[in-house]
């Protein structure tokens, strides 16, 4: 699950360095098949608690920065050629509580 948060998060990425998700749409968009035992086949969604898990992961790693969250995920500066002075910046929507 890791690695397509990453692959998700990069296609969404603004010019602030930021990447917005709607509420739960990570988890739909990360929606998996079942590939064996109980269930086989069937599409089942990770988590809430999951994502938040994997994210925290990759914050921990250095992948995203701290802060990063399931509906705003933000990359790391050195990562990204875009940064904060780049044109086109557009506000954080929302930034989790007590953040
Ligand atoms: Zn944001």
Redesign the pocket.
């Known amino acids: 699950m890791d690695v397509r948060i990453v692959a998700f998060a990069r296609a969404r990425l603004?010019f602030?360095g930021?990447?917005?998700f709607g509420r739960s749409e990570l988890r739909e968009v990360l929606a998996y098949v079942v590939k064996s035992g109980p269930g086989a086949g069937e599409i089942r969604k990770p988590t809430r608690h999951g994502v938040t898990k994997a994210i925290q992961r990759l914050t921990d790693w250095g992948v995203f920065s701290p802060g990063s969250w399931s509906?705003?995920?933000?990359f790391p500066g050195m990562s990204v050629q875009n940064g904060s002075k780049a044109q086109g910046e557009k506000?954080?929507?929302?930034?989790q509580p007590g953040s």
Request: charged share 20%; with cysteine; proline share 14%.
């Open positions: 603004e602030s930021h990447a917005h509906e705003c995920i933000v506000p954080c929507p929302g930034r």
